[in-house]
């Protein structure tokens, strides 16, 4: 069976590397004519409104999927004419958006910030006044990596947040002062079949994910609970095939969702080594409309990405129970380009493990109070 990809980035890369097992074949579409998806797939290089381009990746493949989620709405439906194109279309305009993202959460009774759209001075001024300080604006869309986001503390930083974002239609969101940051990693079938991998803790630095710990060390049952009714009423009311993503934070023992993501997940790397099937090979099964694999996590993960530059190969490996990944990207500022997953039995070795593999990605051994 062979697999297109929309994108040829990291995640597109791992789906294949994943997939070649399974007797998959892959071609991905990249406007870049060095997306590190090519080294280990067919890259077809153009770009997303390309038809020709995209009718080329719709050919002779059984399914497309996607490796980002602002692909343009024309290009997916184009690829839904010509081939089965999961998760479906209809999930990616979803959460392209924080405005549908965050009414589609409120619909399905899932907690979210209080929100407010905004689209001039006077609706942010009186949104503020509604929603209270501190609140976080955002760019409904294209915001990743905490990009596109402006935290207001006080009445004066309104009109430098309006300046900094205000040419596009944003959103206002209420601070939520969360102990943690978690996210939960759900995949369903073609048939309908769901399976959860456990809630995972996660560190940000500057916006992007720096550290992933799985499963969540204080998870509780009303945690998961919650986590996983959650992102089932998201699977099932989307029709949703393959994985889906969702964030959250914690705040007092319960879950407020911030966003989710039509794909495989950054948080969700760890299942490489850390669980029974990774996610890049549920993904695959559940597009293909295979049987699911066990979600089950092996032990104690952690998951450490690479910024920028790589961390010197030895010694990453000289550590026990670390497993190294480099995604074949040129290195650059604020760039992802690998990942290390360390996976250990106990929880103690786990922590003398991360010690020894913070300062080769550049944080002192304590540097979030876990090692
Ligand atoms: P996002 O791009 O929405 O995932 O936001 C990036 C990061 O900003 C999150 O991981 C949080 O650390 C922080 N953040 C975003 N929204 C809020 C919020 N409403 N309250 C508190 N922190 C937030």
């Known amino acids: 069976m ?8 990291q995640l597109a890369r ?4 994943a997939g070649y097992p399974l007797n998959l074949r892959f071609q991905v579409l990249d406007p870049a004519l060095d997306a590190c998806a090519g080294q280990v797939a067919l890259l077809i290089q153009g770009d997303y409104s390309d038809e020709i381009r995209l009718r080329q990746l719709a050919d002779g493949v059984d399914v497309v999927t996607f490796d980002f989620e602002n692909v343009p709405a024309a290009a997916a439906r184009l690829l839904a004419k010509e081939v089965a194109v999961y998760p479906p279309p209809g999930a990616l305009a979803m959460a392209q958006d924080r405005m549908f993202e965050k009414t589609l959460f409120w619909e399905l009774g899932i907690p979210t910030p209080t929100f407010a759209t905004i689209d001039s ?12 300080l501190p609140a976080v604006l955002k760019t409904r869309q294209l915001g990743y990596d905490g990009k596109g986001q402006w935290l207001l503390r006080s009445l004066g930083d309104i009109e430098p947040a309006w300046q900094a974002l205000g040419s596009v239609p944003l959103l206002l969101e209420g601070f939520v002062p969360f102990q943690r940051e978690v996210s939960v990693v759900a995949v369903r079938s073609r048939d309908g079949e769901i399976a959860f991998y456990p809630l995972v803790e996660n560190h940000h630095r500057d916006g992007i994910l720096r550290l992933s710990l799985a499963p969540y060390p204080a998870l ?16 099932d009311r989307m029709n949703y095939v393959g994985v889906l993503a969702i964030e959250f934070f914690v705040l007092d023992g319960h879950l407020i969702a911030n966003e989710m993501a039509p794909r495989v997940h950054n948080s969700g790397h760890w299942t490489i080594e850390g669980a029974e099937t990774s996610q890049f ?7 293909l409309g295979l049987p699911l694999g066990s979600t089950k996590a092996i032990g104690h993960s952690a998951m450490l990405n690479c910024i920028g530059e790589l961390p010197d190969l030895a010694a990453v490996l000289a550590v026990p129970g670390a497993h190294y990944h480099a995604y074949g990207k040129s290195p650059r500022s604020g760039r992802k380009v690998g990942h290390i997953t360390l996976r250990a039995d106990e929880t103690e070795t786990l922590a003398a493990g991360l010690q020894r593999l913070l300062p080769l990605v550049g944080f002192s051994p304590d540097a979030f109070g876990v090692g």
């Open 2 to 9: 062979k697999v297109g990809i929309v994108g040829g980035g």
């Open 14 to 17: 791992m789906l294949a590397l």
């Open 121 to 132: 001075l006077e609706e942010l001024r009186s949104a503020v006044l509604r929603i209270e």
């Open 220 to 235: 509780t049952a009303q945690l998961r609970q919650e986590a996983w009714e959650y992102a089932r009423r998201l699977l």
């Open 281 to 287: 090979e549920n993904h695959l099964r559940a597009i």
